[in-house]
């Protein structure tokens, strides 16, 4: 029991050493585009508000390397927007883990309303009890019969 409670004490002991390193509690607080959507051409300035380490970008289509003003808990990085290209993902790494992904020009989401079809969805019900009630006779005819 009392090496159980020694190897509780170093295991907290290593936690807390572990989370006082720097970038520990590293957080993105907030990730913005000026302008959110635009055509091919259009500038774009993407802003990110951090705590802890700095984080990178990674975007999709690739933009190549973006230069970025760095201040105190903050990282500006400005790009165009490629030809032909409609949607960007911008995807933040802190710590080298992926914290968060920002998309300028989201994709809409769209479709068609259509009116229910109610018989469409009665039917697997009534098959069920139709199902029920031929086992249900199946088993009084065996029942007569055995009598």
């Given at each position: 029991m009392r090496s159980f409670r020694l190897l509780a004490l170093v295991v907290?002991?290593?936690?807390?050493?572990?989370?006082?390193?720097?970038?520990?509690?590293?957080t993105i607080i907030s990730a913005s585009l000026d302008p959110e959507c635009g055509p091919p051409g259009t500038p774009v300035e993407l802003t990110i508000r951090f705590t802890?380490?700095?984080?990178?970008?990674?975007?999709?289509?690739?933009?190549?390397?973006?230069?970025?003003?760095?201040?105190?808990?903050?990282?500006?990085?400005d790009f165009t927007v490629p030809d032909g290209v409609h949607q960007i993902t911008i995807t933040i790494i802190q710590d080298g883990a992926p914290s968060g992904t920002v998309t300028f020009c989201p994709s809409p989401v769209g479709g068609v309303v259509m009116p229910t079809n109610t018989f469409t969805i009665v039917v697997p019900w009534l098959a069920l009890i139709g199902l029920v009630g031929c086992i249900g006779t199946v088993a009084v005819i065996a029942r007569k019969r055995e009598k």
């Open positions: 907290l002991a290593v936690v807390l050493v572990l989370s006082s390193t720097q970038g520990a509690f590293a802890g380490s700095r984080p990178t970008i990674q975007t999709y289509p690739d933009l190549g390397p973006l230069g970025g003003d760095i201040g105190e808990g903050i990282v500006g990085y």
